[in-house]
C-alpha cells in the first residue's frame, strides 16, 4: 500500500503536481483577485440600479465604495510588481480624442 502510494507521488510530481493541486505564481493569484473585484463591482452596480429600499442601495454603495478601493490596491501593487502593465495613450491619439469630443459640444 505504501509503495502504490509512493508510487503514485513520483507520479504526480513528474506531471508537476505536489498533492496540493497546481501550483499558482503570485501573478497569477493577483490577477485573480483583480478580476474577483471587478466582478463584485459589476454585480454591485446591478444590485444599486434594482434596488427598491433607500437603505439597501446607500449600502451597497458603501460596500462598492470598499470594493473600489481593494480594486485600486490591487492595481497599484500589481504596477509596482510589474505584473500589470499599461501603456501610455500616445499625444496624437488624445489630440484626435480631444478634437472629436470639441467639435461634437
Given at each position: ?18 498533492g496540493q493541486g497546481m501550483q499558482f505564481s503570485d501573478s497569477d493569484l493577483m490577477n485573480l483577485a483583480l478580476n474577483e473585484t471587478k466582478n463584485t463591482a459589476h ?63
Amino acid at each position: 500500500m505504501a509503495q502504490q502510494q509512493n508510487q503514485q507521488g513520483q507520479q504526480s510530481q513528474q506531471q508537476g503536481y505536489n498533492g496540493q493541486g497546481m501550483q499558482f505564481s503570485d501573478s497569477d493569484l493577483m490577477n485573480l483577485a483583480l478580476n474577483e473585484t471587478k466582478n463584485t463591482a459589476h454585480a454591485l452596480n446591478i444590485y444599486i440600479t434594482e434596488a427598491n429600499s433607500n437603505q439597501l442601495r446607500q449600502d451597497y454603495m458603501t460596500v462598492l465604495g470598499d470594493v473600489y478601493s481593494e480594486q485600486k490596491q490591487l492595481f497599484d501593487m500589481m504596477q509596482q510588481k510589474g505584473y500589470y502593465k499599461v501603456q501610455n495613450a500616445d499625444q496624437q491619439d488624445i489630440s484626435q480624442a480631444q478634437s472629436k469630443f470639441s467639435q461634437s459640444n
